[in-house]
């Protein structure tokens, strides 16, 4: 079965400093991978979505990710954090097998980051 | 446009209850995923409709229910409610495209707290 690991559960971050949350699946097959952020009082938006080509793939806001297939990795990073970025972050996986279109997705338990001004 | 929306926000049932959860898609979206999410968890996929149809679903017992409507809103019932389906519930829609990937909208989500 499917699995996905944030182990981070809670990061507390000074504006400026850099982020990497930690984000591994289990899965053998092809997968689209995806990281969520939900902000205070707000849905859950996509940040960003790798399905293949580049394995580093930008999101919004200055958000990055990096597939390593290798690892079983797709670590999210942002080189200098706002206070605006406090928010809670899930990464999920999909599996390929129904052409990904619309396939259901596997999540993290998820990161809250707390950013300090 | 409006997005997802679901109804009601909040929702009280004690145990052994039914109850019926609503939501209505993305203008243009024509397939709804539902989603559970525990405190401190993240979301878990209860099962997805697509034409009429429940298309896919996750682990949950058949006391998890739903159906899709021919204008693609969706509801999802809960019968014989325990103490461990408190959560909030979420509701995502999705066009059923020929792209690799076609981008789930989430709503905001149904606070159901069972006592």
């Known amino acids: 079965a499917q699995s996905v690991s944030q182990h981070n559960h809670h990061v507390i971050l000074s504006e400026a400093a850099s982020l990497e949350l930690g984000c591994n699946y289990s899965?053998?097959?092809?997968?689209?991978l995806f990281w969520y952020v939900q902000y205070p009082g707000q849905h859950l938006q996509l940040l960003l979505k790798y399905f293949s080509g580049d394995p580093l793939v930008k999101g919004i806001k200055g958000f990055e990710a990096e597939f390593i297939k290798s690892k079983f990795s797709f670590n999210l990073r942002k080189p200098s954090v706002q206070w605006s970025d406090t928010a809670e972050y899930f990464c999920?996986?999909?599996?390929?097998?129904?052409?990904?279109?619309?396939?259901?997705?596997?999540f993290g338990t998820g990161t809250l980051l707390a950013v300090q001004p | 446009d409006a997005g997802v929306t679901q109804s009601p926000t909040h929702l009280i049932k004690t145990r052994g209850q039914q109850v019926t959860l609503r939501c209505s898609p993305k203008?243009?979206?024509?397939?709804v995923s539902w989603y559970q999410q525990a405190l401190g968890q993240g979301p878990q996929f209860i099962f997805q409709?697509?034409?009429?149809?429940?298309?896919q679903r996750g682990n949950f017992p058949d006391r998890f229910s739903g159906h899709q409507f021919p204008n693609y809103s969706s509801e999802l019932n809960v019968n014989a409610l325990l103490l461990g389906d408190s959560a909030l519930y979420l509701c995502a829609s999705s066009f059923m495209g020929l792209a690799v990937y076609n981008e789930q909208f989430f709503g905001p989500g149904t606070r159901l707290t069972v006592l």
């Open positions: 409709y697509y034409e009429e149809e429940e298309r």
């Open positions: 899965y053998g097959g092809t997968v689209n």
């Open positions: 203008s243009g979206h024509d397939t």
């Open positions: 999920a996986v999909t599996a390929g097998n129904y052409g990904g279109a619309t396939n259901k997705l596997i």
